[in-house]
């Protein structure tokens, strides 16, 4: 489920000139319906923080995944108590490109090294007024993730 509220995230920075609309300005998370597994069901009061912001053509996004904060780690935290504790903690930014209900990103830098590899994520988005509504497949189901604008350009 963790990747997939990742990969959640991804698909949210679209702009949609059919409709006249725009997705510049700044995103928050606000739900998450999960169909399967160990999170199953509609999660709005444990949404994990996160921001969206979009230019024209770039984004940036930070958030956290999955429904629970992260721990505090003390201040004799093991490398691999401060490690898990990063897991979680989702950074990129790069460029967009998006089309007839289609986005495409291209991070060009990223926490992970392997999100900024080069591969190209293209991604299905529904776009209505200052809301987005995401789906996409995570390990062994779906999950739909909806943000709400809370600045716009």
Do not use: C
């Not at 509220?5 to 702009?15: N, R, Y």
């Amino acid at each position: 489920m963790k990747k997939s509220v990742a990969i959640l995230a991804l698909v949210v920075g679209a702009s949609s000139p059919a409709f006249g609309q725009t997705l510049e300005g700044v995103w928050k998370p606000v739900a998450v319906v999960v169909d399967s597994g160990p999170d199953r069901g509609r999660h709005t009061s444990d949404v994990q923080p996160g921001l969206l912001i979009f230019t024209r053509n770039h984004y940036s996004m930070t958030f956290v995944q999955g429904f629970k904060p992260r721990p505090i780690p003390g201040d004799s935290a093991t490398d691999e108590e401060l490690g898990l504790s990063f897991l979680p903690f989702t950074a990129n930014a790069g460029t967009y490109w998006q089309g007839a209900g289609v986005i495409t990103f291209s991070p060009s830098v990223a926490k992970h090294p392997a999100v900024m590899s080069g591969t190209k994520l293209t991604y299905t988005v529904r776009i209505k007024g200052d809301t987005i509504w995401a789906k996409s497949a995570g390990r062994g189901g779906y999950a739909t993730s909806t943000w709400v604008r809370i600045e716009r350009r």
